[in-house]
């Protein structure tokens, strides 16, 4: 089985730009979850969805938005960047989404914002 | 605020040694604790998972020991091995919830 698929590797944006970045999860997951992941802060919770639906969403602005198709694949934006938008961001699926149902993280979009 | 406090930041073993990583909690409705290894250039893997009905779950060199009274759970690597060396993560969720909480990672080395 593929393991989840993440879209571009690397990054590099302008402040004010915006960006977008694709998440194929594993053929059957329903559940897409983005972290974001920087050195000392570990991994943080953006969002996540489950068949289209947002459930639930981390203590970042409005800036960051997702969204999921109907293939479960999922895409996350963010807009106006900032030069603390820079980290490695990570998407993670699995079956159900609920807590203890393991997460499968791709290898991550490492973005950085000039 | 940091829901999962992991120490320490960075550790040093020889080859053969033990490795234990800490965590501590306080949300008490957290009911799953899983750990979670990365490498450079990959993103974080599951390597082992405890639920708090047990006090420790061992799967080959790997160890969680768990303190439910003391919101503290631990990871040990018995016979660390060089290929051990890598970043590993604690993490917490509720069952019902959809949410996963890291703590900030523990980079470890293991010298030949």
């Known amino acids: 089985k593929a393991g989840v698929t993440q879209t571009p590797r690397y990054l590099i944006k302008t402040r004010g730009q915006q960006v977008t970045l694709s998440c194929s999860p594993i053929?059957?997951?329903?559940?897409v979850s983005w972290y974001q992941q920087t050195p000392g802060q570990g991994l943080q919770f953006l969002f996540e969805?489950?068949?289209?639906?947002?459930?639930n969403k981390g203590n970042f602005p409005g800036r960051f938005s997702g969204r999921q198709f109907s293939n479960s694949r999922s895409e996350m934006n963010v807009s106006t960047l900032e030069l603390g938008d820079s980290a490695l961001y990570l998407c993670?699926?699995?079956?159900?989404?609920?807590?203890?149902?393991?997460?499968?993280f791709g290898n991550g979009t490492r973005l950085t914002v000039t | 605020q940091q829901q999962v406090k992991q120490s320490p930041q960075s550790l040093i073993v020889q080859k053969g040694g033990i490795s234990i990583i800490n965590c501590a909690y306080e949300?008490?409705?957290?009911?799953?604790f899983p750990w979670y290894q990365q490498f450079p250039g990959k993103g974080p893997a599951l390597l082992i998972a405890?639920?708090?009905?047990?006090s420790e779950k061992k799967e080959g060199r790997f160890t969680i020991s768990f303190n439910k009274s003391a919101k503290q759970f631990s990871l040990h690597i018995m016979d660390s091995q060089p290929g051990d060396s890598a970043t590993y993560f604690c993490?917490?969720?509720?069952?019902?919830?959809?949410?996963?909480?890291f703590g900030t990672g523990t980079s470890l080395t293991v010298i030949p």
């Open positions: 405890i639920r708090p009905d047990v």
């Open positions: 949300n008490t409705a957290f009911d799953y």
């Open positions: 969805y489950f068949s289209e639906t947002q459930r």
């Open positions: 993670a699926s699995s079956l159900a989404g609920r807590g203890q149902s393991p997460l499968h």
């Open positions: 053929s059957g997951h329903r559940s």
């Open positions: 993490a917490a969720s509720i069952s019902t919830g959809n949410q996963f909480y």
